[in-house]
């Protein structure tokens, strides 16, 4: 698809805050890379990418889909968007998400909610909205979005294509605006495991600029090429919980129903318990409005466009304010020290887990997208959302999801968790999952 073309389909997407005006210079480098010396192209060969806009691309405007900073431009690359320009990438643009990554529906943009090109009139998951509906439309080939509880794997399961977040330090956040830095995690979205698990591929391993990011050898370089279909002698876990949590019956029968094709396939099921599942949540939205809060403290308006609180949107305010009790002295013990404690519980019990199987499986979401525009007085409601997906971030594990099937028309995607640097086996199982 010409980018003038994408141009014109994106205006009923707004999978796009901005497009990048040097595309087609770009492209024609690479066309002419590729006709001169096919080993001078890097792994993507001219692939077509889009970058949530919380990550920094040279030249481009940075907004976080806030008006806070809608005029921002910035100066520098990303560590991951360096590595996809290396490697012959081409960005076609800064994809819409919920401002400052606060959200689940890809509806809290200052620059208006992005569309599900899946589910027509259903919210498309967020935060990274832009970058699931971006594929989704076939306007790019991948994409790169971050997500701190789930927010690459939400709108994958709504947009039905397949989303990673890599063990949290395989990729550098180097570049990166952060929601909550000790969950934040950049990730590939994709058609399909294969172009995701190249696209990993490309931006994953150590990085001097980023002292949370993992010195691996070269561990991290061959994830494509290390695919394998073969479920055979792999233990998949299941939890009760989870069909305890699904709110929809056409999302557990697709869930079950990609199950039963796990153990056709040679999978062993086992089943799980996840007892203190039901603290996930609180957990994880303690530890984010703490470190929200703390982030956000740069954003004054004497450096970086508006002040935050002047021009923000109810969420972000909402997690700003909350993060600003919590953190006070006399609330931290109440609140944020128990959530430390809470998080270490849950650590211990997805490690006691893993003990005895090689995947964890769960659905995505609890519920099928609601429709665009529909209103969701309740917070809780919308963060429900989350449940299934902030483990894998509260423990800094791997986890991805795979088109699992429809409900009610509606894409829904089944969610692999694996150990802690177990990248490798959970792409195995996305992609031999993919192939059944």
């Known amino acids: 698809m010409e980018i003038s073309e994408i141009k014109e389909k994106d205006k009923k997407i707004n999978a796009f805050i901005v497009f990048n005006e040097k595309f087609k210079s770009d492209e024609e480098k690479i066309k002419g890379k590729t006709k001169e010396n096919l080993s001078d192209c890097g792994k993507l060969k001219g692939l077509k990418t889009g970058i949530k806009s919380n990550m920094n691309v040279s030249g481009l405007k940075i907004t976080c889909a806030s008006k806070t900073l809608e005029n921002y431009v910035s100066f520098y690359d990303a560590t991951v968007v360096e590595r996809i320009k290396q490697n012959s990438g081409l960005i076609v643009g ?60 939400n709108p994958a399961s709504h947009c039905g294509i397949v989303g990673f977040k890599p063990t949290y330090g395989v990729v550098s956040r180097y570049g ?28 994953a391993g150590q990085d001097g600029k980023d002292a949370t990011c993992l010195n691996s050898g070269g561990n991290f370089s061959s994830f494509h090429k290390n695919l394998n279909t073969n479920l055979k002698n792999l233990k998949f876990g299941y939890a009760k919980e989870f069909d305890e949590l699904i709110s929809d019956i056409g999302i557990k029968n697709v869930i079950h129903k990609g199950i039963d094709k796990i153990s056709s396939a040679g999978g062993e099921i086992v089943n799980v318990s996840l007892p203190d599942l039901n603290i996930a949540l609180p957990t994880y939205y303690l530890n984010v409005y703490v470190e929200f809060f703390s982030a956000t ?27 600003k009790f919590i953190s ?109």
């Open 328 to 436: 006070q002295k006399e609330n931290a013990g109440s609140y944020y020290r128990k959530a430390i404690m809470a998080r270490t519980l849950l650590k211990k019990e997805i490690s006691e887990i893993f003990k005895n199987i090689d995947i964890l499986l769960s659905p995505t979401v609890p519920k099928l997208p609601h429709k665009t525009g529909e209103k969701i007085s309740d917070p809780m409601v919308m963060y429900a959302y989350d449940i299934f997906t902030v483990l894998a971030n509260l423990a800094g594990i791997p986890a991805g999801v795979v088109p699992a099937g429809r409900a009610d028309r509606i894409p829904t995607g089944l969610q692999f968790m694996g150990k802690a640097l177990g990248d490798q086996k959970v792409l195995n199982a996305m992609y031999g999952f993919e192939n059944l």
């Open 176 to 203: 990166l605006i952060d929601l909550a830095m000790s969950l934040d995690q950049i990730g590939p979205m994709a058609k399909d495991v294969r172009t995701a698990a190249l696209l990993l591929e490309v931006i």
């Open 94 to 153: 800064m994809t819409n998400m919920d401002e400052f990554a606060c959200g689940s529906s890809g509806e809290t943009s200052y620059f208006n909610p992005t569309q599900n090109p899946s589910a027509p009139g259903h919210i498309p998951g967020g935060s990274s909205s832009g970058s699931a509906a971006a594929v989704a439309a076939g306007f790019v080939d991948c994409a790169l979005g971050s997500d701190t509880g789930g927010s690459i794997r």
């Open 297 to 323: 403290r740069k954003l004054d308006g004497r450096r970086y466009g508006y002040r935050i609180e002047d021009v923000c949107g109810e969420e972000v305010l909402r997690r700003i304010i909350l993060g």
